[in-house]
């Protein structure tokens, strides 16, 4: 079991309305700017998702949503920082990748590098389509035992908190990338469209983990804390619900939406044990239940903790 029991939510220090839509549309604006100035667009896409992890890591610590939940132990805060450290440069390095393949292959498709309408367009487009894509991959990720593995890494921590963000498995990472990226191929977007959406998709994707009270009101379209918060739960129903990558509107159209309080626990309940370090949760997929005794992949017990 790798699940803690928290108490209630604590008071804690009201976040001023605005601040929620600013985190939201910030980085979008700021990685453009960024482009504009000269940057390569995966370095800026890195820069933007970077200061606003550490921009959310020091709101947690002023009002946390939960405050047991920003009390992590350094062996899960050094995890959480392996999954950043490794996974925001190559994530980017394996967008970019993925993208110039498929434009290679897609030379005859026309791309259009400008914030014209028609680009723009294209952008909103591709960008739903990956999100329904990530939405049936990670329903099916949940279902599905031989996929499980590969994200169960995303769901072992005992606590919800920005830094679990991008504790994400490598090959959950490359599928991710695909979903993402190959729409985007498909309609010729790129330039600094492309990396606008990146920005808006990874942005939603840290500010759903962050340990904040971020929403007022009732939220009908993007995935916020309270509903990521809940798809965290321990329970089958919370666990099963709320697989929106970065929009509710797939949740609400095939009734996998769950509107509920905050769970007391979070976590893996049950089931194989998923490891806690983060080199054994890298082999885990491959080893399953031979992980600490005859996995060849696995030789080392301080990795796989």
Not at 128 to 146: I, N, Q, T
Not at 150 to 160: D, E, I
Not at 187 to 204: E, I
Request: glycine share 8%.
């Amino acid at each position: 079991m790798t699940d803690v029991s928290v108490p209630p939510e604590a008071a804690s220090r009201p976040l001023p309305r605005w601040l929620s839509p600013s985190l939201v549309l910030m980085p979008p604006a700021l990685s453009v700017a960024l482009v504009a100035l000269g940057l390569a667009p995966p370095l800026a896409v890195v820069v933007v998702v970077l200061s606003l992890l550490a921009l959310v890591a020091w709101l947690e610590g002023r009002a946390p949503f939960r405050p047991a939940w920003s009390e992590a132990s350094p062996s899960e805060t050094r995890d959480d920082l392996a999954y950043v450290l490794l996974a925001v440069v190559p994530d980017r390095l394996a967008r970019v990748s993925a993208e110039a393949i498929a434009l290679g292959l897609l030379g005859a498709l026309v791309r259009d590098d400008t914030l014209s309408p028609g680009a723009l367009a294209r952008g909103l487009l591709a960008f739903l389509l990956g999100d329904l894509g990530k939405y049936a991959v990670h329903r099916l990720s949940h279902e599905a035992a031989w996929l499980w593995p590969f994200h169960a890494p995303h769901h072992q921590p005992s606590r919800v908190r920005v830094l679990n963000a991008l504790r994400v498995h490598p090959v959950n990472v490359a599928y991710n990338v695909l979903l993402d990226t190959l729409p985007m191929a498909l309609l010729g977007v790129g330039g600094v469209v492309a990396v606008g959406f990146a920005s808006l998709r990874a942005a939603l994707s840290v500010l759903q983990h962050a340990n904040l009270d971020l929403e007022r009101g009732r939220q009908w379209l993007v995935n916020t804390p309270s509903h990521h918060r809940t798809h965290h739960g321990v329970s089958h129903d919370d666990g099963h619900s709320n697989y929106g990558s970065a929009l509710l509107v797939w949740d609400r159209l095939f009734g996998t939406l769950r509107v509920a309080p905050a769970p007391e626990r979070v976590g893996i309940e049950g089931g194989p044990r998923v490891p806690s370090g983060y080199l054994g949760q890298l082999v885990h997929p491959f080893c399953g239940e031979r992980l600490e005794r005859t996995c060849w992949l696995a030789r080392w017990r301080a990795f796989t903790r």
